[in-house]
């Protein structure tokens, strides 16, 4: 029997009030979860809280713990931004902690290419950050938008043992022909599923674009989003990325072999 993971995609606006942005993400979590194809992984968009910083753990995260706990899935409810003793006061993370079935936090990743200027409060994080799913024997990493330009965060999570890599985003549409290639681009050169998630609406004077999309490990769309708000649930048959990391990507091409 193959390996299948369905993952579960909240494509959302961004309120500027965190309790209704916290509202949306359990509310629609309960709607993917009732439905006949149910997703084993939650993935929710950047600053989901609307820059509401927090330590971690702490309440909000708490709030998260008991969502994954509830439903027991794998749950990255977003990114936030984090208080840390060891930073200067007015600085943070960019975070997005991680949970597993059992509401335990499980790591959390800190965003390691802040966009600048419009980032600067943030502080760029140290950490790879790769996790594991032992029920499907695979291994997802975590990324934060601007994250995904620098091929080595992708490579490296990748020859962590990465099979799915996962990216939150809070983009503008300006950025959406810029970046949309690079998602297919990062998949491809590293025979992984490529989970993106992006908000929609009008925040902080700007359009946040959508289109959501998954690329599968051979450089093909297999799913995309319009720019309205959405949830799906999207099935990754994982041995695809075995037999592609094996046998190249169309019986052809052996990118992580040729390393």
């Given amino acids: 029997m193959g390996r299948f993971?369905?993952?579960?995609?909240?494509?959302?606006?961004?309120?500027?009030?965190?309790?209704?942005?916290?509202?949306?993400?359990?509310?629609?979590?309960?709607?993917?979860?009732?439905?006949y194809h149910k997703p084993e992984l939650i993935v929710g968009v950047e600053c989901m809280e609307s820059f509401t910083a927090q330590y971690i753990p702490g309440p909000m995260t708490e709030?998260?713990?008991?969502?994954?706990?509830?439903?027991?899935?794998?749950?990255?409810?977003?990114?936030?931004?984090?208080?840390?003793?060891?930073?200067?006061?007015?600085?943070?993370?960019?975070?997005?902690?991680?949970?597993?079935?059992?509401?335990?936090?499980?790591?959390?990743?800190?965003?390691?290419?802040?966009?600048?200027?419009?980032?600067?409060?943030?502080?760029?994080?140290?950490?790879?950050?790769?996790?594991?799913?032992p029920e499907k024997n695979t291994k997802v990493g975590v990324q934060i938008c601007y994250d995904l330009n620098f091929p080595e965060i992708s490579r490296n999570e990748t020859l962590m043992g990465a099979e799915v890599l996962v990216k939150l985003t809070l983009d503008p549409q300006e950025l959406y022909g810029l970046n949309k290639n690079v998602h297919f681009t990062r998949a491809l050169e590293n025979q992984a599923y490529l989970v993106s998630t992006n908000a929609v609406g009008f925040f902080n004077g700007a359009h946040l674009y959508g289109n959501s999309l998954v690329v599968n490990p051979e450089g093909h769309l297999l799913w995309e989003a319009g720019q309205t708000e959405s949830v799906c649930t999207v099935t990754l048959d994982l041995d695809l990325v075995k037999r592609t990391r094996e046998y190249g990507t169309i019986f052809m091409d052996h990118?992580?072999?040729h390393l």
């Fill in 255 to 257: 990118y992580l072999q």
């Fill in 5 to 35: 993971l369905n993952v579960g995609i909240i494509q959302m606006p961004v309120n500027k009030d965190t309790v209704v942005n916290l509202k949306y993400i359990e509310q629609k979590t309960n709607e993917l979860m009732s439905a």
């Fill in 63 to 133: 709030f998260f713990s008991n969502i994954a706990k509830k439903h027991g899935i794998y749950f990255i409810p977003g990114s936030m931004y984090e208080k840390h003793n060891d930073l200067p006061k007015g600085k943070f993370y960019n975070s997005a902690p991680i949970f597993n079935p059992k509401g335990e936090l499980v790591d959390v990743y800190r965003k390691m290419a802040p966009w600048r200027p419009a980032e600067d409060i943030a502080e760029p994080g140290k950490k790879y950050v790769v996790f594991d799913i």
